[in-house]
């Protein structure tokens, strides 16, 4: 079995989430990641620490299994010539420091790339390399904020900003920089040249909500607060409560709808011109349900569902093929996984000192297998003294790095 990305090298210098998961991926598909962090602290998920007396907790394994720690300090001019030294031989170099930081220390794309033409170079930042907010921090929730996104969460008739409940904008930037590096490194490997690429927090949040971006730039269309709606804006694709819970439903289309209202003996609806749009129920080509009284068949499907099993209805609506979930917890929903074999998942495991790592996986599966790198995260500076060997700084070099504390 031969990994992707076997044989490629890259030079990471990012840190907390976005970047680093960037070149996770990378990682689990074969390459070789070297971490650069902070001498004596190391990235600051480092910090988050477990019951057990660790530098890598769980949260930073996650982000980091499968790479080599080199920690340096980039600031020094010993530690970026390090760094550049790296970079000379590598495919791919990663940053996510604001704007003009890196430059400080000659590690900016065009300092690399004078030393390696063919460098793929990958800025995450919050705001993107130009224009008036570019030097600005970015994190997650504020991005959220700024975008829109707060005020697409949460009840219909609230105007109160809700904040998706976990850093959905730094993992979809990850994800995008990870798309956008093996795009690059197919390039790089069929015609030769480098890459400079530019994805930031605020174009993952556009993408988060490219279809709801594309109709307002397109048709001026304003997207309303949808709550617990599906897309479609069916009044049966919703969140109900039920008797042991809640149940989300997705009867989108007039066939589906018909399913669920027959199931909850509610079939009057499905001809009741002062509800429906019935001339769009019955069209040959099938959109989606379009209700005149949304507010009154929502509540007639609440009434029918009251004192019902979500558990049950569950089952009952998937049979007839009208797509339902019970509410659950991610902990719940987990605890479901590992138990049985409902869903197809790519579970992976790394074994650390203290304790075995289970993530969620890369979020795909390979046909030669799930899993193609199985080593765990380093401890904070693990690699310093193979990586500068390797570019030839010898043993008393790095005795006088140690003494200056420029490394660990």
Known sequence: MVASLKDIRVVDISHVIAGPLCSYYLAQLGAEVIKIEKPGSGDVMRANKD????????????????????????????????????????????ENFRPGVVKKYGLDYESIKKINPKIVYCSISGYGQKGNWSTRGGYDQVIQ??????????????????????PVID???????????????????????GQYIDTSLVQAALMLMYPFATDYLTDKKIAKRLGNKGYSGSPASDTFQCEDGWISTAANTPA???????????????????????????????????????DLVKQKIQDALSGTSA??????????????????????????????????TSFMTFEQANKTIKTAGLGFTLDEGDQLITTGTPILGQHNYELLKSIGINEDQITKMLAANLLK
């Open 51 to 94: 019951a057990s007396p660790t530098d890598i907790p769980t949260a930073f394994s996650g982000l980091n299994a499968g790479k080599k720690s080199l920690a340096i300090d980039i600031r020094t001019e010993e530690g970026a010539y390090a760094i550049r030294e790296l970079a000379k031989n590598a495919h791919v170099f990663i």
């Open 145 to 166: 904020a700024l975008t829109g996104m707060m005020m697409m969460s949460g009840p219909e008739q609230s105007n109160e900003p809700i904040k998706v409940g976990f």
């Open 171 to 193: 993992i979809a930037v990850g994800m995008l920089g990870a798309l956008s590096v093996t795009s690059a490194i197919y390039r790089q490997e069929k015609y030769g040249i």
């Open 256 to 294: 589906q709808f018909r399913k669920m209202m027959s199931l909850l003996k509610l079939d009057e609806i499905c001809t009741n011109a002062e509800l429906l749009d019935l001339d769009a129920f019955n069209a040959v080509k099938e959109g989606f349900v379009v209700a005149k009284n949304p």
């Open 311 to 344: 558990e049950e209805l569950e089952l009952r609506l998937n049979e007839v093929g009208v797509p339902a979930a019970k509410v659950r917890t991610l902990s719940e929903f987990l605890d479901e996984l590992l138990q049985g074999e409902n869903v197809t």
